[in-house]
């Protein structure tokens, strides 16, 4: 098996949802005893919240930079980024770096275009849903993505920083999360890309009014594949 290394602590709860989902996968595939070769950096979240202006995101980019080199160094052979919106710095991390990363709008696209989607809604974080590096990546995969509604954007931004971010799970966040993928479906979409990792806290993936694709189950997979010589980069 080949080592990987996640970079962590966009939230706690991304990181541990990550360890839990790729170790899941390759014991269910390799054996019962098995366990992923994985090197995590659990990073500092107050480093790397409500990044806004280009200052913030240098600052970022350094910091998850940093990371992928000590992780690197430490025999990593590949890496994933565990939270949608850093991959806005993921060519400034791979150009720092000699190993493969492993891009998760990328998986995500790949994912629908084997189910035949050619249309979606993509709800994350403010920059995810309304910035154009995750949303190029998924078009060209040929999925067309409804503009984003900036009612959601604000809804999603207070859900998923004020709440899920530190653990914390409500019923009215279920409601709106309902109440938004429906409304979406209503508006010409085939289905919704949960493009945040702590979304499905509270999103039914498996029965909803439309297909989901949850980012995080998708990328565990790919990492999963990957670590197992079962994939390659994509």
Not at 96 to 119: C, D, F, W
Not at 156 to 169: A, C, H, P, Q, S
Not at 219 to 226: F, G, I, L, M, T
């Amino acid at each position: 098996m080949r080592k990987l290394g996640i970079i962590g602590g966009m939230s706690w709860v991304s990181t541990a949802t990550y360890y839990d989902r790729i170790n899941r996968i390759v014991q269910k595939r390799a054996a019962p005893m098995a366990s992923a070769p994985l090197l995590i950096e659990s990073l500092d979240f107050c480093q790397l919240y409500a990044l806004v202006e280009e200052r913030d995101w240098q600052r970022a980019g350094t910091v998850i930079t940093e990371s992928a080199k000590r992780l690197e160094g430490a025999g990593a052979e590949g890496l994933i980024i565990g939270a949608n919106s850093m991959h806005r710095l993921y060519d400034e991390v791979a150009a720092a770096v000699n190993i493969p990363i492993l891009h998760i709008a990328e998986y995500v696209g790949l994912a629908m275009k084997r189910a035949g989607t050619t249309s979606a809604a993509l709800l994350g974080t403010r920059n995810v849903m309304t910035e154009s590096f995750y949303r190029k990546r998924l078009v060209a995969h040929g999925i067309d993505l409804l503009p984003p509604d900036m009612a959601y954007v604000e809804m999603l931004d207070r859900i998923i920083y004020d709440e899920l971010m530190v653990g914390k799970v409500t019923r009215d966040a279920e409601r709106r999360m309902k109440t938004i993928i429906t409304n979406t479906a209503q508006e010409g979409a085939q289905a919704v890309v949960l493009a945040c990792t702590e979304l499905e806290m509270v999103v039914d993936v498996d029965a909803n009014v439309l297909p989901i694709f949850d980012s995080t189950r998708i990328h565990c997979e790919a990492a999963a594949n990957w670590i197992l010589g079962q994939e390659s980069v994509a």
